[in-house]
């Protein structure tokens, strides 16, 4: 029987899915990371040369797509509860007493499981298939996050059979989206190395993550999850308890609770509890607590729930991570953009499984919010942050003499590192060192410039980094194009008391690396510049869009963002209709009037322009207004990228990139295929129930997108739109061979 394309992308889908478990669910890897990339590769071009293979459960379709315009909200089918929680081993004890009354002569059985410190959120499975993602929300509707869902690897987006023969129908699974401890920390530091502030914690990370409306940059984001419970379920085998559930969540392709405990009394619960805190802590996320639940789901009918909590389960929480000490001095760093950031320098003291010498502040405005002074007794949590934070001052403790602190008293109103001029980014709120030339950046951009999502440079870190800049081998990037290992070699990476030679073979390393870099693309080089406010998400929408770094730096595209914007602010002012600056006189009145008639025209036509470059996208036209839209980047980055090509240090780096031939490249489409008519001159067919819409606003989404409907399928037909339950009209389409799109395809399809 011949091998049919079907069948390879089956086989190849599989394969991936198959490792996919393996690497990110149960730890192992049976592959290396190139024959990985391989498969992929070989899938992807697979779906190219046969678009109708790529499917909603593809492993293709892990990767973001288009922001959308915002979250609709979904109502739970079954509500998700929130746990009563105590800090209390007596109230553990009170909670277990409760239920066995409720329950008297029943043998109880508990699972104690960790509570892990992320979002709730709702997965549902329709014919094994994954077909929408809802954050608790306030547990009787939430956010439909599904497009960010489909990002994380540990959520499998066809189920694997318990038995085909009686695989559940609707299966929803609820859990926790978290971060992990590692991941978290190396986001830290990339947004340390971008200039861009720091997440408090793993949880605040994750949760900013899910309500990002660009599913591309949530695909960069270390998210993780963890399932443990059920919502609706529809068909199946019988499962009767908590730990049967957990076992059959594991069996479709769940991750489910590192360690859990069965217990059969209320000492076994508190040992299992005890057990958990000594354990918690070799966890690669973080737990702030203990889930007891009754294990029977008989028994959890029966006694049933509150109005906003079950009866049947409690969260016991843990002590934070959190201790007191000195704080000695505040430091101040400087980082590769010359952002200032102020450290405290605390007295040693032992905390979650390690010594605590340092904690970020962050920046002066979170000193003076939190009065955090030298010589306070201050309250240090860790927190997974690269280093731990102060939370607050123990104000009892305060010497008299203590003053609050002020960035320009502290570094002598110059930069610590080169002594050169500093100036407040009233924006950012930051301060920042105005010498392109300190040393201190000099050496976190070459830095940056090695790092993985930069140009991957072997052998360039933060020691090697900083003595290029000491022994002036390097104080540009660019500089390391010049190096050789003649040079690299003997380089003392210690003292002169106590010398470390860099060596010949890390020299050949790094050397090799940099003439590798040579041929990296347009996304990697831009974001490897470090220019300010430019990340490694707006570097790959960049590279889209032009063909080479000569091409940024002159971008009509990013011109037009900022003109955009300056015609945008005109707007508001000179409105004639506006309250807080109403028109003076009738003159006025007429005069505005021409003049917001001409902005409306001119903004709708360089809109227009971006959005049939594929760059933005008209999300309302607004009558005689201007329309609403998106871009791929926003004003302030156009404006940065734009004013850092133009300055100084831009210009050179065009002429030094020219002079070393240096070219790299982007995938400037030449005319980007028009987003918001996917479906001009195509006829469409909806039946079947819908999740997320009615059958009226289905209908009103394909007219939007240049398409019309019609109630029955024929040869005409170009797609059928097929939700839950459809019937003859699915068949007749697939017997004619019409396209047939899930919805979540479909939402995918118009960019929502």
Known sequence: MPDTSQQ???????????????????????????????????????????????TADSPSQRVGGAPIDGFKTIRHAVPMMSLDNTYSQEEVRDFVDRVQKLLPGEPLEWLVEPKADGVAISL????????????????????DVTANLRTIRTIPLRLNALDQADAPGVLEVRGEVIM???????????????????????????????????????????????????????????????????????????????????????????????????????????????????????????????????????????????????L?????????????????????????GSTISRATLHNEDEIARKDIRVGDTVLIEKRGDVIPGVISVVKDLRPVDTKPFNMLTATGSQCPTCGGAIQKDEEFVAWRCVNSDCSAQAAQRLEHFAARTALDIECLGDIVSNKLVERQLAGNPLDLFDLSVEQLGPLNLGTEGEPRVF?????????????????????????????????????????????DIPAVAQSDILRDIIVLDDMGEEVIHINPRSRKNPPTSEADKAEREQRYSELVDEIRKRVERLAE???????????????SYTTEVGPS?????????????????????????????????SKATDKGMVFTGKTIVITGTLLGMSREEAMAKVEAN??????????????????????????????????????????????E
Request: proline fraction near 4%; include cysteine; aromatic fraction near 6%.
């Open 503 to 547: 060596g010949e073979k890390n020299a050949n390393k790094l050397v090799n690396s940099v003439s590798r870099a040579r041929t990296m693309g347009l996304d990697r080089w831009l974001f490897a510049l470090a220019i300010p406010e430019l990340g490694r998400t707006t570097a790959i929408a960049l590279s889209r869009f032009h063909k």
């Open 180 to 326: 992990t401890r590692s991941g978290f920390a190396q986001l830290n530091r990339e947004r340390a190395d971008a200039g861009e502030p720091l997440f408090a914690n793993p949880r605040n990370a994750t949760a900013g993550s899910l309500k990002q409306l660009d599913s591309a940059l949530v695909a960069r984001r270390p998210l993780d999850i963890v399932l443990y419970g059920s919502g609706e379920i529809i068909g199946g085998p019988t499962i009767d308890s908590q730990s049967g559930l957990l076992d059959a969540l594991r069996r479709l392709g769940f991750r489910t609770p590192q360690h859990t405990w069965c217990c059969s009394g209320v000492d076994d619960v508190l040992d299992a509890i005890a057990e958990l805190d000594r354990v918690r802590p070799g966890f690669d996320y973080d737990t702030d607590g203990a889930v007891i639940k009754l294990n029977r789901f008989d028994l959890r009918d029966r006694i049933g729930a509150t109005a906003k909590s079950p009866r049947w389960a409690m969260a016991y929480k843990y002590a934070p991570e959190q201790t007191q000490t000195k």
């Open 8 to 54: 390879r992308h089956a086989v190849l889908a599989e394969e991936i899915r198959r490792h996919d478990r393996a690497y990110y669910v149960e730890a192992q890897s049976a592959i290396s990371d190139k024959e990985y990339d391989q498969l992929y590769r070989k899938l992807l071009d697979l779906e190219l040369a046969h678009p109708e293979l790529q």
């Open 124 to 143: 549902r499975f329709e014919d094994g298939l994954f077909t929408r993602g809802t954050t608790r929300g306030d547990g009787i509707a939430g956010d």
């Open 613 to 627: 470059l594929g760059f933005a996208r008209i999300t309302k036209e607004n009558g005689n207004h201007p329309p």
């Open 706 to 751: 240049g398409g019309k409907t019609t109630s029955s399928v024929s040869k005409k037909t170009d797609c059928l739109l097929a939700g839950s339950k459809a019937g003859s009209k699915l068949a007749k389409a697939k017997s004619l061979g019409v396209t047939i799109l899930d919805e979540a395809e479909f939402l995918k399809r118009i960019g």
């Open 637 to 669: 980055v156009a404006r940065s990228v734009i004013a850092w090509f133009d300055s100084e240090i831009g210009r050179a780096t065009l002429e030094r990139l020219a002079k070393l031939g240096i070219d790299p490249q982007g995938s400037e489409p």
């Open 328 to 352: 000695n001095a505040i430091t101040v760093q400087v980082g590769r953009t010359g952002t200032l950031t102020p450290v405290a320098e605390l007295e040693p003291v032992f905390l979650d």
